[in-house]
């Protein structure tokens, strides 16, 4: 079975600031790993995949993630945060099989201070 | 291109009423899904439908129902609505069960029982 951990249920930065939000798994096999974000009143939408083929994985606005077997981490980074990402951010792994289910972490909200 | 569309957005019932969420999708995929989300639990899979004329039981599926119409639809059905039942309900598709396969969310219903 596969898990993530959100490490920090919100984290404010400021405008310009560096954006890290924390997400380890647990997993029996090596994992596919999403980070997904929430705008408020809206539904999930896919910022990055890992899917084994580079560990640095860059997504949409900006955001980078780098898969680190060693520490089964998946952290979210930004090197320069905006008004605009203020959201919810999810971690969800799968497993390696065909029809293998998203276990999503329990979110991190990110404020950004103008 | 709609992409998955849900009806109703909001829902307001009594303890034992019934009551049937609907999802829709224009992508042609073949997986749909839906999830809850609850506060500080992140999201949630109550049931899954791999392909059109299957469904499976997800980590919560108890007290409700799901019928595949067809490709495009997967209704979410509660006989007797309780208040435990109060969350947000989103479904996803993605086009293949393959793991790496992005899933794509619709906007959300939010019921309340009272």
């Known amino acids: 079975a596969q898990s993530v951990t959100q490490l920090g249920s919100h984290v404010s930065v400021s405008e310009g600031a560096l954006v890290l939000l924390r997400c380890n798994y647990s997993?029996?096999?090596?994992?596919?790993l999403f980070w997904y974000v929430q705008y408020p009143n809206q539904g999930l939408q896919l910022l990055l995949k890992?899917?084994?083929?580079?560990?640095l994985v860059k997504g949409i606005n900006g955001f980078e993630a780098e898969f680190k077997k060693s520490e089964t981490s998946f952290h979210l980074t930004k090197p320069s945060a905006h008004m605009s990402d203020a959201a919810e951010y999810f971690c969800?792994?799968?497993?390696?099989?065909?029809?293998?289910?998203?276990?999503f972490g329990t979110g991190t909200r990110l404020t950004i201070i103008p | 291109n709609a992409g998955v569309t849900q009806t109703p957005k909001f829902q307001v019932l009594k303890t034992g009423q019934s009551m049937t969420l609907q999802c829709a999708q224009d992508?042609?995929?073949?997986?749909m899904y839906w999830y809850r989300q609850d506060p500080g639990m992140g999201l949630r899979l109550i049931y899954y439908?791999?392909?059109?004329?299957?469904?499976d039981k997800g980590e919560v599926p108890n007290g409700y129902n799901v019928s595949r119409l067809n490709k495009r639809e997967f209704s979410l059905r509660l006989e007797s609505a309780a208040p435990s039942q109060t969350s947000v309900y989103f479904c996803?598709?993605?086009?293949?069960?393959?793991?790496?396969?992005?899933?794509?969310f619709g906007p959300g219903t939010r019921l309340t029982v009272l």
């Open positions: 439908s791999a392909s059109e004329g299957t469904t």
């Open positions: 996803a598709s993605r086009k293949l069960a393959a793991s790496t396969d992005t899933q794509y």
């Open positions: 890992y899917t084994s083929a580079a560990t």
């Open positions: 997993s029996s096999v090596p994992p596919y």
């Open positions: 969800a792994v799968s497993g390696l099989r065909g029809n293998e289910k998203l276990t």
């Open positions: 992508m042609n995929h073949n997986s």
